[in-house]
T-cell receptor, first 112, second 118 residues
């Protein structure tokens, strides 16, 4: 079965510093991986996806993610964090049933 | 970009009543929509897959008679929480897949509905 794990419930980073939100996956076959962001009392917004191709995927709002097959990871990164990046971030994998399995989420707080 | 409108954004109802939540794709057609439930500080849990013109597919443990799903058109799916109880209080989010995309296209999410049952 396809699944993802987000090992950190909370990540704090100072404004202007690089940020990383971790995600590892467990799949049979090729993974189709996604990152979404959720602001308070809102739905999810798509950030980026990895289907195939370059391991470094660039997405919305300056975010990028690196697909690492040997480490089965798909960490979300941004070179310089903004206070407005503070939100809940979800990693997800496309399942065999063609829906998304979400990780438990990581709350990112960017400290001014 | 593709927009999914979910209504209402919040609702308070009394125990025993029913509540209907609407999910509309505004500028695309969606044969398939998904309903999720999110508990505080937890991830989204898929409740059911809504298919236009056919019965919804419910995930294990989700009561289909309690959470009625109707997908009557290519742009509208509704979730009705019947005989609501306080434990049904939660944040419900719908998402839709654009029919013009591939299976790997990102889902488009509504803004969610906060249901509080008193």
């Amino acid at each position: 079965a396809q699944s993802v794990a987000q090992p950190e419930d909370q990540v704090n980073v100072a404004e202007g510093n690089p940020l990383t939100v971790k995600c590892t996956y467990s799949v049979s076959g090729n993974p189709y991986l996604f990152w979404y962001v959720q602001y308070p009392n809102r739905g999810l917004q798509f950030l980026l996806k990895y289907i195939t191709g370059d391991n470094l995927v660039k997405g919305s709002y300056g975010f990028e993610a690196e697909f690492n097959k040997s480490q089965t990871s798909f960490h979300l990164k941004k070179p310089s964090a903004l206070v407005s990046d503070s939100a809940l971030y979800f990693c997800a994998v496309l399942t065999g049933a063609n829906n998304l399995f979400f990780g438990t989420g990581t709350r990112l707080t960017v400290i001014p | 970009g593709a927009v999914v409108s979910q209504h209402p954004s919040w609702v308070i109802c009394k125990s025993g009543t029913s509540v209907k939540i609407e999910c509309r794709s505004l500028d695309f057609q969606a044969t398939t929509m998904f309903w999720y439930r999110q508990f505080p500080k937890q991830s989204l849990m898929l409740m059911a897959t809504s298919n236009e013109g056919s019965k919804a597919t419910y995930e294990q443990g989700v009561e289909k008679d309690k959470f009625l799903i109707n997908h009557a058109s290519l742009t509208l799916s509704t979730l009705t929480v019947t005989s609501a109880h306080p434990e049904d209080s939660s944040f419900y989010i719908c998402s839709a897949r654009d029919d013009s995309g591939t299976g790997y296209s990102p889902l488009h999410f509504g803004n969610g509905t906060r249901l509080t049952v008193t």
